[in-house]
């Protein structure tokens, strides 16, 4: 705890000597670099509940209390017309409840399942952008995070090439997205059973290429997957790995109040085990490593949605689903999933910057993993010896207070769990209570 406390204090002053020149350059029509910050801090307490048995994946039956950190610098450079490379240094530290195991919705999205807790910085993207226009309409595009200021055409096409989150890509909704700010259960930030492409990090060497107009967006998505389940080390053999998303999003309005659908699909192949092989082999401890081979696959689809109600109130839907035959690689061990939920901005009682938000989630895992549990094997994350299959259930309420406008933001956040790891002999509840402070330039 003295080493991450002392690092954010390094990194808020570090951050603070920056934004005098971040603030400079943002007043400019077209920047030709771009420097932002942000450093995010959680921490977690997780009340005590009964269980009749744990197992080596289990959640911890006692109160615990974890503390996340991550800080990352946003670095980006105008080439040439629509051209632009960035760089992100990020330092990443702490650790999940129970080091991120027992609970598919894992309750706290910035945790990266390592275990180390201790802060390591390392490149966490590395990329080039370049836009081609289609038309000779603009729009001002304002700085942001790893967006550069000026004008951008109406339409156009883009290739993006390098070390990306495909998460900052696919699967976006204005309510439900990004945990240092708003939902931090996963998956209320992504869809659940999207076992999207990364490293134990969140990242993967990535090419995606967009079609964008106001209305209607196309994207594919073409990345690297980790050599082996919730790895760092990524595969650079295409012909046996890869991850393909491709996606389609239309934007509309109703009533003169903005909505977007989207729909995912996604193909996976890796040296994937079989959830059935593997009990075959050995029906009362079965081993998905035992199985693993290339050739095997992961598909699946997912819909988002998100609508305005007012002009402060918002709602949101996902739904998600894999085949879920083989096992999970990436992101977390579900096999379908549905989330809804709404999320009002303080502008009614005079606080424009503060934002509540309230959402459940529940989700599931398919016949063969549900199987391959009860039979007493284990996955990356889940595995109570034994399984009473349910389904898991997350509700989330928060509240996002903005301490200096647009800089930092403290939120409360309370989360009801049911199920976890989908075991209703271990239903709970547990009752998950937050803190989290989010600083930003």
């Not at 490149?123 to 942001?144: G, N, W």
């Not at 994207?219 to 760092?232: D, E, T, W």
Request: charged letters at 15%.
């Amino acid at each position: 705890m003295n080493t991450i406390r002392k690092t954010i204090i390094t990194l808020f002053v570090a951050c603070t000597g920056i934004s005098v020149y971040a603030q400079q350059i943002d007043s400019l029509k077209n920047e030709r670099i771009s420097i932002h910050a942000q450093t995010t801090v959680i921490d977690q307490y997780k009340t005590a509940f009964r269980v009749p048995y744990s197992g080596q994946n289990s959640l911890l039956p006692q109160a615990e209390s974890q503390t996340s950190i991550t800080s990352t610098l946003y670095l980006g450079l105008r080439l040439w017309q629509g051209g632009s490379v960035y760089i992100n240094p990020e330092l990443a530290g702490g650790s999940g409840l129970s080091q991120v195991l027992g609970i598919a919705d894992a309750t706290n999205g910035e945790t990266p399942r390592i275990a180390n807790p201790a802060p390591d910085i390392s490149i966490a993207r590395l990329f080039y952008h370049q836009v081609f226009a289609l038309s000779s309409e603009t729009s001002y595009q304002p700085s942001d995070f790893n967006q550069l200021s000026g004008r951008l055409p109406n339409n156009y096409l883009a290739l993006t090439i390098g070390t990306i989150s495909v998460g900052d890509y696919f699967d976006d909704n204005k309510y439900s997205h990004d945990p240092r700010t708003q939902f931090m259960t996963w998956s209320l930030m992504d869809a659940g059973a999207w076992d999207y492409p990364a490293d134990t990090r969140g990242y993967t060497p990535s090419i995606v290429i967009e079609y964008v107009t106001p209305k209607n967006e196309l994207r594919y998505g073409f990345s690297l997957m980790p050599k082996v389940a919730n790895g760092n080390n990524m595969n650079w053999d295409i012909a046996k790995a890869r991850a393909q998303t491709l996606e389609y999003t239309h934007r509309y309005k109703i009533n003169g109040l903005d909505g977007a659908f989207r729909i995912l699909g996604f193909l996976n192949t890796a040296n994937m085990g079989n959830y059935l092989q593997s009990i075959t082999l050995n029906p009362t401890a079965p081993n998905i490593e035992n199985t693993r081979k290339y050739g095997n696959t992961k598909y699946g689809f997912a819909i988002n949605a998100e609508q305005a109600l007012t002009n402060d109130l918002g709602c949101f839907f996902r739904g998600s689903w894999n085949d879920g035959n083989n096992e999970t690689w990436a992101f977390t061990e579900i096999d379908h999933s549905i989330s809804v939920g709404l999320s009002l901005t303080g502008a009614s009682w005079k606080r424009n910057g503060d934002n509540i938000g309230l959402a459940y989630v529940t989700s599931g895992i398919s016949k063969a993993h549900r199987e391959y549990l009860a039979d007493g094997g284990y996955g990356f994350m889940l595995g109570d010896g034994k399984l009473n299959y349910g389904w898991e259930h997350v509700t989330e309420l928060y509240y996002s207070a903005e301490l200096v406008k647009n800089n930092i933001y403290l939120t409360g956040a309370y989360q009801f769990l049911l199920n976890p790891g989908y075991n209703r002999d271990r239903k709970g509840p547990v009752n998950i209570f937050s803190v989290r402070l989010h600083v930003r330039i």
